[in-house]
């Protein structure tokens, strides 16, 4: 059925490196992948997204990739600040529906 | 400037009570999403709306009803509330207009079931 996995569950990194999540999908005709950052007690807000006909997109400090072949895609954040501290959500917008399936997140820790 | 509004922050109910989970919208969004997150599961979609009096099962319904009466309310009933439904519930919305397909989210509820 539709999935959406991603890794890893926790990160810690040290500010000012950089930060991967790797997420993968299962239905080949999803064509809308957002990214969703949670602060603590915050709701969650869209970050970038990317659509299905692009393989790559950046917005400042972060960017996004995507590989259709392989069912893949990543967030990447460079240069990562204190205020990158949050759960991230990857998410996959299948085809036959509205909906949008996220992932299981992942928590974000820089060290200072 | 809060677009999505979920009427409470936090509840505490008791076991086999109803309880009504209330997110009310102003930004005319055709579409309305009711999730619970729970550590490690991510955000799960219990029901969705995709207009005034229609609703759709999303992949956990079991246990909850929804109702969608007005476009700008989405109403998520726990008909009889159990310790597993101990949860954050967070309220999305989007409009099916343009070709954006980003979510606005409430802030959620998390809703304690004793």
């Known amino acids: 059925g539709e999935n959406v996995e991603q890794h890893p569950s926790t990160l810690s990194v040290q500010e000012g490196d950089s930060a991967v999540i790797k997420c993968t999908y299962s239905?080949?005709?999803?064509?809308?992948f957002p990214w969703y950052k949670q602060e603590l007690g915050k709701r969650p807000q869209l970050i970038i997204d990317?659509?299905?006909?692009?393989g790559e997109k950046k917005d400042q400090r972060i960017a996004v990739t995507l590989n259709k072949t392989a069912k893949h895609f990543s967030l990447h954040i460079t240069e990562t600040q204190p205020e990158d501290s949050a759960v991230y959500f990857c998410?996959?917008?299948?085809?036959?529906?509205?909906?949008?399936?996220f992932g299981s997140g992942t928590r974000l820790s820089i060290r200072p | 400037d809060v677009k999505v509004t979920q009427s409470s922050r936090y509840l505490v109910k008791r076991t086999g009570e109803k309880v009504f989970l209330e997110c009310v919208q102003d930004?005319?969004?055709?579409?309305m999403f009711w999730y619970r997150q729970d550590p490690g599961l991510g955000l799960r979609l219990i029901y969705f709306?995709?207009?005034?009096?229609?609703?759709e099962k999303g992949d956990i319904p079991e246990g909850y009803s929804v109702s969608r009466e007005k476009k700008e309310r989405f109403s998520l009933i726990l008909e009889s509330a159990s310790t597993n439904q101990t949860s954050m519930y967070l309220c999305?919305?989007?409009?099916?207009?343009?070709?954006?397909?980003?979510?606005?989210f409430g802030s959620g509820t998390r809703l304690t079931v004793v």
């Open positions: 998410a996959a917008r299948y085809s036959s529906a509205s909906k949008i399936i």
């Open positions: 239905d080949s005709a999803s064509n809308y």
């Open positions: 990317i659509r299905s006909n692009v």
């Open positions: 709306s995709y207009d005034v009096k229609m609703k």
């Open positions: 930004m005319d969004h055709e579409n």
């Open positions: 999305a919305s989007r409009t099916v207009q343009g070709d954006s397909y980003g979510y606005t």
